[in-house]
Every structure is written in C-alpha cells, then in structure tokens.
C-alpha cells in the first residue's frame, strides 16, 4: 500500500531540483521530473497542446506516450491524473511513496492538502539576492519587477496560503537551501524525520546526474542551466554568489520591488538568516 504522497517546491532556482535528485536516492520513494500538474488545460485536455504535455511527461517517466494518454482520459482531474502517474512511476520503481517536484507546488498547498489530505509539503527556500543573482546569470526574469512579481507569486503567496491553512508539524517543513548544502547530512535527517522514514546516508551526498539532463534536452530542445549544474556534485559553489553578480542597485531595486508587493517582512527573514560573507 502506497503512502501519503510529497510534494516539493519553492521559488525557481532555490535547491528544488537538488533535493528531489537527493531525496529520490531513497530506497522507499519515487521521484521524477517536474509535472507543472497544477497549470495543465484539463478542460482542453483532448487538445493539441495538452497532448504535447502529456507526450513530454511520457519521455520524462520512459512511459509510451499512449499509456500516459490513457492515463489522461481516464482521470477526471489534474489531481486524479497525476496521482495515476506516479503510481505508476512508484510501482516501476518497486517503492512505497512518491515525490513530485515543481517550484510552483508551494503556492497550490490549498489544492494539494483538498486532493491528498495526508500529503506532506517540504518547502526549500534560499537568500533570495542569490536566487536573483542566478536568474541573472540566467538571463530569466532578470529585472526588479518581473522577480517580485515571480517571488511574491511562488515565496509569497506560500506565506499567505499558510497563514489561512495553518497546517500541522506532520504536514508542512520549511528548510534552507543554504543548510542543505552546508550540512545535508543534518538538513536530510530533518527532512526524513517529517517524512517518517529510516535514515539512509545515501541521501546526505550528492556525485551528480547526468540522465535528467539529457532527457529534457531531448524532450524539449532546450538545455537547463539547472540540470546542468545536477551534472556535477553536491558543492557550495553557488551560496552567497550574489556579491559577485549583483550591483548595490540591483540589490536596492529587488528589495524595493519586493516591499512594494508586501513582503518585506518575509524578503527581511530570509536574507537575515543566512548573510552572504
């Protein structure tokens, strides 16, 4: 019998894709590339541009592209199609539970806790001067306004659901993409601890994956800088890098841009925590 499912995410390029590579090295849950589930056109799901999103989940999960399909049509919500898939991605894998990843997962716990009551949510979240600076170097909503609007949107409105939902201790964890790298031995036995399961050292290090980039290459045509970087080992080559990228301008503006959406408070939190050096 399966477990509750996890769901994991937080702001793009804030760990969310390390933790689930180093999470899913656990011998009792699955766990595969993002799905975005909560943005899929259900009511159009018979439609081309669904079907172009249900053909690049099969090449994600090495499922046929007809059985993802079926999947689909079978399911009478996003939710119940997901929930089908990685079962099936669970039953493959021969373990007990699975975890789906997509950054946006944090600002849907409303939608997630009405669909899996028993889901557990784990919520990365980093400085977020690096998480600019990394768009930055990305050339990706890399000016003031569109960073606000994609923090206050993902990190935010996280914030605003929880202050509505109040979950409990065994629903909700929040950790620091700055512990994970700094010491991921501790961070991962907090983050199996919430989840109930036995420790297993393999989740505390990281050497690489090369696999997942090559698949979304080939899916997409598109090469990710974050699964680029998931080629090389665990490092902490990337914590406090925004000194480096960032001009005191930059810094002012997103900070600004950030308050001006009303989270200054939370922007303050989570640079103050873990100044860069």
Not at 213 to 221: M, Q
Request: aromatic letters at 10%; hydrophobic letters at 45%; proline letters at 4%.
């Amino acid at each position: 019998m399966l477990r509750e499912p996890i769901f994991l995410g937080g702001m793009f390029k804030s760990g969310t894709t390390l933790l689930r590579a180093m999470l899913g090295q656990h011998s009792a849950i699955a766990s595969g590339l993002e799905t975005y589930w909560f943005d899929w056109d259900w009511a159009n799901r018979n439609g081309a541009e669904m079907r172009r999103v249900f053909e690049r989940l099969a090449d994600y999960f090495h499922m046929s592209a007809g059985a993802v399909l079926a999947l689909a049509e079978s399911a009478a919500t996003p939710a119940a199609c997901l929930d089908a898939l990685m079962r099936e991605l669970t039953r493959r894998e021969s373990k007990r539970r699975w975890a789906e990843k997509t950054p946006g997962n944090i600002a849907h716990v409303d939608r997630i806790w009405d669909a899996w009551p028993d889901a557990q949510v784990i919520h990365i979240t980093r400085d977020p001067r690096d998480v600019f600076a990394s768009l930055v170097e990305a050339r990706k909503w890399d000016t003031a306004a569109e960073f606000a609007d994609r923090w206050a949107a993902t990190v935010g409105r996280n914030e605003q659901l929880l202050a509505q939902l109040r979950p409990g201790a065994e629903s909700y964890l929040a950790i620091r993409y700055e512990d994970l790298i700094g010491a991921p031995d501790a961070t991962m036995r907090r983050v199996l601890e919430f989840l109930h399961e036995q420790w297993e050292p393999q989740v505390a290090s990281f050497n690489g994956r090369q696999e997942d980039f090559e698949i979304v290459l080939e899916a997409t045509g598109k090469a990710s800088t974050t699964l680029e970087r998931l080629k090389e080992p665990l490092t902490d080559d990337r914590v406090g890098i925004w000194p480096q990228v960032l001009s005191q301008a930059q810094v002012a503006a997103i900070q600004q841009a950030v308050a001006a959406r009303g989270f200054a408070d939370l922007y303050a939190r989570l640079t103050t925590e873990h100044p860069a050096a």
